[in-house]
């Protein structure tokens, strides 16, 4: 199938057509051989949800499309087996409120979730899509930094797995090789005396675009005070992409969490943060806002104990 995106100058009387091509491919092998042979150029469409936009405002002209929505026997599930969970890509927002995983535990992604979009954006932005957007402000890429997930990534040779950590190597790129697709995320529930939670910051209650968003999962040891392993992750830690905090997570690992210990966190996590300004808000206000949602998130992740001492 072939379409054509039209730049029209009528004023000189010609007119440029700048061809694109939609290719639906009939499942993955079909989609991955394809882009083995043809992909250089070829731009994955999932829902569109942030690619559409973006061809819209003319950021981007991809001249080959491949869309893989209809892929969802391949890639749309949630499954737990093992001790891990797997998410195909085409997994929606959706998909994972409806999901009884993702209470306890793990109820930073329902509350990821609930502060999606709107209910329609919900129903069909994919984790896949979030994920390889590598933008600055999507929610679901702290959530499974701060899991330690891991992604699925195939090619027609074969697959490879790559932390997500190292997946997202500048605003808006990826790890990604050409002929590559992310097909899964895998990461294993927190165990032990393990807490999760979520905050994002928007200037609205619905349709929010995060100035700052923060996921936490803190693990404590047996004495239900001292860290075992705390990890925060928030857009912007270096620069405008979405990073753990690497140096607040070591700070915060082996002390007891005391109100001592989230003062000197915050100072830590203000050191490493580079911050920009932009009209939603200026990087003085966002490293203030990440700083009181390092103490909430883990005031919310010890409140079963008590709180900090
Ligand atoms: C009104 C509105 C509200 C929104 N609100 C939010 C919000 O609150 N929080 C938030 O985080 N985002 C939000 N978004 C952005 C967007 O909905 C999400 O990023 C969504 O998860 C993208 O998924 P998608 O399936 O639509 O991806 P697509 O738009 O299809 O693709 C996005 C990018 O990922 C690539 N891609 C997709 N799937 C794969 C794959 N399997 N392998 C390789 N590359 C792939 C595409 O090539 C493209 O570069 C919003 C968008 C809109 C329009």
């Known amino acids: ?8 100058t009528l004023s000189s009387q010609t007119v440029v057509m700048s061809t694109m091509e939609l290719y639906s491919p009939t499942d993955l092998n ?3 051989r394809f882009m083995e042979r043809d992909g250089r150029n070829a731009t994955v469409i999932a829902s569109g949800t942030d690619l559409l936009p973006r061809m819209r405002r003319k950021q981007i002209s991809p001249s080959v499309l491949i869309d893989i929505s209809s892929f969802t026997e391949d890639l749309r599930y949630i499954r737990q087996s093992d001790g891990t969970i797997r998410l195909g890509a085409l997994t929606t927002v959706s998909d994972l409120l409806e999901s009884p995983l993702f209470h306890g535990r793990l109820s930073m992604i329902r509350e990821a979730g609930m502060l999606f979009g709107a209910p329609q954006v919900r129903n069909v932005a994919t984790i896949g899509g979030n994920i390889c957007s590598a933008s ?17 990534i195939v090619s027609a040779r074969g697959e490879r797995s790559v932390p997500l950590k190292d997946f997202i190597i500048g605003k808006r790129e990826t790890a990604l090789k050409p002929s590559e697709m992310l097909a899964e995320v895998e990461f294993s529930p927190p165990g032990g005396h393990s ?3 979520y905050e994002k910051l928007g200037r609205r209650n619905m349709l929010i675009i995060a100035i700052v968003n923060e996921a936490l999962s803190l693990s404590l040891e047996d004495d239900l005070r001292t860290v075992r ?3 925060v992750a928030l857009n912007r830690v270096s620069g405008k992409i979405p990073a753990l905090a690497v140096r607040t997570n070591d700070f915060l690992e082996g002390r007891r969490v005391t109100v001592e210990t989230i003062a000197q966190a915050q100072k830590v996590l203000a050191s490493e943060l580079s911050l920009t300004s932009d009209f939603r808000g200026s990087g003085t206000y966002r490293t203030e806002i990440a700083q009181v949602y390092l103490k909430r998130l883990l005031e919310r992740c010890t409140r079963q104990i008590g709180g900090p001492s």
């Open 30 to 32: 079909d989609a991955l």
């Open 195 to 197: 807490w999760t939670a």
């Open 229 to 231: 392993s705390a990890r």
């Open 1 to 8: 199938m072939k379409f054509f995106n039209s730049e029209t």
């Open 136 to 152: 600055s402000s999507e929610d679901l890429i702290p959530v499974f930094m701060v899991l330690d997930a891991k992604l699925k």
